[in-house]
C-alpha cells in the first residue's frame, strides 16, 4: 500500500515498522497525486464492475484495466 507523510524521516521510520515480507509500503510527500490516484484507481474498478454486469468477459475487463492503466500513466506525466 502507499501512503503520506511529509516529514522524511518519520515517513522512512513507519515503512520500516509496516513493510513485512508478505507487505509492501510505499512512501510519497505528494498527497494531491495519490489522492488523485485513487480515485481513478476506482473509476477503473466501477468500469470493470461495469463489463461484468453487461457479460462482457474477461476480455472486456481487461480492456477497461489496460485503458484505465494508460490513462493514470498519461495523467502522471502531465503532473510532472
Known sequence: FVYVLQVEPVAHQV???LSAAN???YRTTDVVG???G????NVIAI???MCDGKGY???GRAMIITRGAL???LQSWMAL
Open 71 to 73: 490513462a493514470c500513466w
Open 38 to 41: 485513487g480515485a481513478l484507481k
Open 47 to 49: 468500469g470493470c464492475g
Open 57 to 59: 468477459g474477461a476480455n
Open 15 to 17: 515503512q520500516a515498522w
Open 34 to 36: 495519490l489522492e488523485l
Open 23 to 25: 507487505l509492501r509500503c
